[in-house]
């Protein structure tokens, strides 16, 4: 019964590896509404949870989890406010403007609280490393230093933090995902509230590159071309 | 300019040992609405903020967080839900009962995010050893484990998480904000919310004891008395 937060392609990817690899047979879900500004992301997330109920053989139950309280404490920059979307491939200052500091341990710490309270004892993270997402909460020394203080926090009944992606680049996620038939074109990752994707934010780039650009055989490229095809029909 | 979080007595003893021992001019306080029981402490929070305001040399920025999206997903026992208040002194028992599942982290790890937006580098925890509460997230193990978890998550402009009082008894903390002249008259501990603290659950016994029954001077006593008439009078 792990528990995970989740939206887009990291995230699905690890509901499937839990299921589909790991064999969890009850899975807690968690998708936080912080008022983000593709809060579409949300919708997504319950038609991905939607389609693994009715093809993976497990139990999911999934939460929405309401903290717009904290948005207006620490918002800052274009995830959840008005400043201008970036456009281009992720830098350090692209994240620098569009991170909502300390996001990741707020999110994990409250999936902690609810791993307690379900009697759960791991809360899966889906950090991946990439040449350009180098956040910082997504690098294995903060995940091994966020599981210390977790076991010490819930030393009584100990809960764990796992990151089973945090040594793969986007590209082998997406990879991994691809092979335990994930629907991608389900997942949205655009940080533009838009109809359809804008395909020159950040986050679209690394999509298209994870997607089609980098070292894949024919089959993957295959696949990928008609899942993007398929995601952007069905956004447009 | 610090960030903690406040309502009873240990962190108002924070916020004077931090702007008159530790000479802070600013300091952002913050306080989580995160639909407690004892609301009033709320309440009493921004008397005591004022209190300081009036008679410190310092600026103070009082924020209320509102997080009862994460109460209404992982809420349980007496703290914030509807079991039954325990009467009698902290057991491990009663702690089980009343504890928000992970809150310190939950609490601390917004207050990082706040640090980070407002650009400042400490976040206090008014965390104390006590014979009765136990809380493992109170530890000075768990303390140094986040504030190491804090440091990577914000490589760029690292974070401190600090908890002076770490190594004190609430005895102890309530001697040093005697000193201090914390206006103990204006906080509040009862986990109940009537109108009077109810002197019978644990925070209201841990509250008498640290005032009346410890090893304290005459001088101590005299004023310790007289803070607690106050108070008395002030909820009746």
Redesign the interface.
């Given at each position: 019964m792990p528990v995970l937060t989740m939206s887009g392609i990291d995230k699905s990817t690890l509901l499937w590896y839990l299921i589909k690899e790991l064999r969890y047979k009850n899975v807690h879900v968690?998708t936080f509404?912080y008022k983000q500004r593709n809060v579409k992301e949300i919708e997504h997330a319950k038609l991905v949870v939607e389609h693994a109920r009715e093809n993976l053989n497990a139990e999911i139950e999934h939460?929405i989890?309401?903290?717009?309280?904290?948005h207006?404490?620490?918002?800052?920059g274009a995830l959840t406010g008005n400043e201008e979307i970036p456009v281009g491939f992720y830098t350090d200052e692209i994240q620098?403007v569009t991170i909502?500091?300390?996001?990741?341990?707020?999110l994990?710490?409250?999936a902690?609280?609810?791993?307690?309270?379900v009697k759960t004892k791991k809360v899966f993270h889906a950090a991946h490393k990439s040449d350009y997402a180098i956040y910082?909460?997504c690098?294995k020394?903060?995940v091994k230093?966020?599981d210390?203080?977790?076991?010490?926090?819930?030393?009584?009944e100990p809960v764990e933090v796992k990151a089973p992606f945090v040594d793969m680049t986007k590209v082998k996620v997406v990879k991994l995902g691809l092979k335990l038939g994930v629907p991608y074109e389900l997942t949205w990752s655009c940080y533009k509230g838009g109809e359809r994707p804008c395909l020159k934010c950040p986050t679209c780039l690394e999509r298209t590159e994870a997607f089609l650009l980098k070292n894949i055989s024919d089959e993957e490229w295959k696949r990928a071309v008609e899942i993007y095809e398929k995601f952007k029909r069905l956004t447009s």
């Open positions: 968690l509404n939460k989890v309401d903290i717009t309280g904290i207006e404490l620490i918002a800052r620098k909502v500091p300390n996001r990741n341990m707020i994990l710490a409250i902690v609280g609810y791993a307690i309270k910082p909460d690098r020394e903060f230093a966020l210390t203080a977790v076991y010490l926090a819930t030393i009584f």
